[in-house]
Structures are given as C-alpha cells and as structure tokens.
C-alpha cells in the first residue's frame, strides 16, 4: 500500500503547484501510515526532478521513452495505471487542472476506483475513507465516502500549503516503449507577450461595471504593471468586449490565483464559481451591497474610473522607490 503523486511537468521543469501537491499526497501517505512515492512521466534533466524529492515522498519513478515528452491521455493513463497496481497505490493523487481531469477518470475506470474530484482538504478520516469537497460550483460543501480499494483525489491548485521534508529519496529510471501512442505533437505556437490566465499568480478581471471596451487601456496597464493575466465576466465577453479565453466562472475558466483583482464585477455566483478559490480577492464596485464584497477580503467602494488610475500611480510610486 502507499500514495503514487502524479506530478506533471511543462517543457521538463515542474511548477508550485506539483510541490504543493507532493505535500499533500506526502501527508495523505501519513494519515494511512504509508510511504509516498511520485511518478513523472516524459524528458525532465536530474536536477530538476531532484526537487520533488524535497516535500516528503521517498522515492521518485522517472519514465521516459519516445512520444512521451507531451501529454497522451491513453499512453499516460496506461503508464500510471500499470505503475499504481505495481506498486500497490491504495491512494493516487493528481492535480485538479485540465491534466488531472483528463488522466483521473481514465485512471478510475482501469482502476475500478472512485475519484474525489477538487478536494482542497486532507481526507477527514480514512477508515472510511472520508473527503471534504466542494459541489454545486462551490454553492455547497460534500462529505464523500469512497468505498474503492484504491482511490482518486485531484487537488485544486493553491489549496494545500507546501511543506518541506528530505526524505533521502531515491529516484528510479524507467525507459519505457509505449506502443500505439494516437497523438503526435507537430508544432506548438505560444502566445507571447500574453500572461495565461489559468498560470497567473496575479489575475485583474473586469465586468460590465466597466462600462465600455474602450475604457480597458487603464484595466491592461494595471495587470501590466503587476506581472498579472487579464480576465473578465460572461457577460463582458458575451458583448465581444474582451475575447472569450479571459471569461472566468461556471462555464468558463476556473482558476485560483494568488490575488484576483475583479473591477466592476457584481459577484454573481455563477462568475465566483470560477474565481472563489483564489487566495486574495479585492473587489471595486460602487455598489456596497455587491455580493462580490462577501467574497472579498479587501474592498473599494467607487467607481473603476476613478479607482483604477490611482491605483496604476500608487503602484508605480512603490515601484519607483
Ligand atoms: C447558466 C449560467 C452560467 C453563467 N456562467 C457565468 C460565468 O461563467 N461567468 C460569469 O461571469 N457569469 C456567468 N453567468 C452570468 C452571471 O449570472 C452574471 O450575470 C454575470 O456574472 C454578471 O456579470 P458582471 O458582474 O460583469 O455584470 P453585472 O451583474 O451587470 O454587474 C456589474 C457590477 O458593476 C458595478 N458597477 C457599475 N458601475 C460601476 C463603476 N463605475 N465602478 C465600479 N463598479 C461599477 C455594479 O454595481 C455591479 O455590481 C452565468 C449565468 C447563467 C444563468
């Protein structure tokens, strides 16, 4: 029995959030009185994948092989898969991003387990195996039993802190040929100059309190200014005022930032279902009774035309200093 921690790398280097998650399985692996054990997948160099052994698990299984440099939900599903049964994982973790998503229910179903999707708690008990999640687009907490032998949890990003432990772990070197791989990536073409969102520590959002598309030269520079992505409510991107990709809540991004700046955004449930697990919220809004002010921790009532602009100058007076 022990804890396998999928941890994902982009362009081989890994990301806080796989520390953060490490962490959690790492102590996961604690409550079952167990040994954690992480699995990467795809080229990563030794001094990078040496960093995961730095927050507690106590050994390292590092795959390679030919196609496996890019995500392949079949091939990675299979390599995960094989290595849970091999080494006996009662517990697998992985993050609740669009490659958790993609990897867990095709994990569940090779093997026979049950999944607790976007948990941001360590499980409350497990005998029975016991989670504490969101539901209803975070309108509502759930007690989840997983009854499986084996079982799923996929993290949220920015829920879990990272702790640090040298376990002397050791790293394993899998060569592996995985036959039938369906997809070849031919050619990537990044966006430049541009902040993902869904990456950002720092993201400034605006909503129909804006007003009007012209009026986000103010709104750019402020997220310029602070090294943050850009995003905006439905309804801003329904109207065609900022592209689509920036649209956050239930039916678009969902993301957790550090620090969520929403300007003129009301705080409709359906938008905080995409933005709620951001660790800050600063809200400016005119309308003191906005529901975004409950989600906030620091709040501005006035109005984004006044507001913005003097927060571009006191950024760029701390900034000169
Ligand atoms: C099925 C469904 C799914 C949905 N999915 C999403 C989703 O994914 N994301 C999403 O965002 N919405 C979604 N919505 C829409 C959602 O219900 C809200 O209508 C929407 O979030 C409101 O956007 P808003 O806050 O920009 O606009 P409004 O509700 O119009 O709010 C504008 C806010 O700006 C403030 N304001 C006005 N003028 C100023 C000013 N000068 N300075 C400062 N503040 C000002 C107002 O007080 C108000 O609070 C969904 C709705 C449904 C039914």
Redesign the pocket.
């Known amino acids: 029995m022990s804890v396998l921690i999928y941890t994902e790398n982009w362009e081989g280097k890994f990301k806080k959030s796989t520390f953060e998650l490490l962490s959690y399985g790492t102590k996961v692996a604690e409550m079952l009185n167990t040994t954690a054990t992480a699995i990467s997948i795809g080229n990563v160099e030794a001094t990078e994948l040496a960093k995961l052994g730095n927050y507690g698990v106590t050994r390292i299984i590092n795959t390679t092989g030919d196609g496996l440099n890019v995500l392949d939900n079949q091939a990675y599903t299979k390599i995960i898969a094989d290595t849970a049964v091999k080494e006996s994982a009662s517990v697998l973790v992985l993050s609740n991003n669009n490659t958790g998503k993609a990897l867990a229910p095709r994990l569940s179903v090779r093997l026979k387990a049950g999944i607790g999707s976007g948990v941001s708690v360590l499980p409350l008990s497990t005998d029975p195996f016991i989670v504490y999640k969101r539901a209803y687009s975070g309108n509502a907490y759930a007690h989840l039993k997983i009854n499986t032998p084996v079982k799923i949890l996929t993290l949220s990003r920015n829920s879990f802190e990272i702790i640090e432990k040298n376990n002397g772990a050791i790293t394993e070197n899998i060569p592996l040929q995985i036959g039938g791989i369906k997809t070849q990536l031919i050619d990537v073409q990044k966006q430049t100059g541009k902040i993902l969102l869904n990456d950002a520590d720092i993201v400034v959002s605006?909503?129909?309190?804006?007003?009007s598309p012209d009026n986000w030269g103010p709104l750019v520079e402020l997220a310029e200014l602070l090294g943050a992505a850009t995003a905006?409510?439905?309804?801003?991107s329904d109207e065609g005022w900022r592209g689509h990709e920036e649209?956050?809540?239930?039916?678009?991004k969902i993301i957790a930032p550090n620090l969520y700046i929403a300007?003129?955004?009301?705080?409709?449930?359906?938008?905080l279902?995409?933005v709620s697990s951001s660790k800050y919220i600063v809200a400016?809004?005119?309308?003191k009774d906005?529901?975004?002010f409950e989600a906030a921790q620091y709040g501005i009532i006035?109005?984004?035309?006044k507001?913005i602009p003097r927060l571009v100058e006191a950024i760029k007076e701390v900034k000169s200093r």
């Open positions: 605006g909503g129909r309190g804006m007003k905006c409510s439905r309804p801003v649209h956050t809540g239930q039916t678009g300007l003129g955004i009301s705080g409709a449930t359906q938008h279902a995409g400016v809004n005119t309308d906005a529901p975004i006035g109005d984004v035309q507001v």
